[in-house]
């Protein structure tokens, strides 16, 4: 690997932002989730397209969020599994 001779510690103390990225990831989805409906409810109630255009908006923040919760989870599970490979704990 061409990091191999790094004479810096960040390889060594660098630190997932898996954590940081799920945590936010599930912020968005609850707001884009309410603010969808939100949105929604406003523009039913005063017929203005413009709320339509918003709730889509806050729709799509949601999709992204929980579809970045989905790939971060097959991450998780696959690290999982290759930790147990390296350790010899497989059944």
């Known amino acids: 690997m061409w990091l191999r001779n790094r004479a810096?510690?960040?390889p060594v103390t660098a630190r997932s932002p898996l954590g940081a990225r799920?945590?936010?990831s599930m912020i968005a989805l609850v707001l884009?989730?309410?603010?969808?409906?939100?949105?929604?409810?406003l523009a039913r109630r005063?017929?203005?397209?413009v709320w339509l255009w918003e709730a889509a908006?806050?729709?799509?923040?949601?999709?992204?969020?929980a579809v970045d919760l989905?790939?971060?989870?097959?991450?998780?599970?696959?690290?999982?599994?290759?930790?147990?490979?390296?350790?010899?704990?497989?059944?």
Do not use: N, P
């Open 22 to 24: 799920r945590v936010l």
């Open 8 to 10: 810096g510690t960040e």
């Open 32 to 41: 884009g989730v309410v603010a969808a409906v939100f949105f929604a409810v």
């Open 70 to 91: 989905l790939v971060l989870r097959h991450h998780r599970h696959h690290r999982h599994h290759r930790s147990r490979r390296q350790h010899g704990d497989q059944q």
């Open 46 to 49: 005063t017929g203005a397209e």
């Open 57 to 65: 908006i806050a729709a799509v923040v949601a999709v992204v969020a």
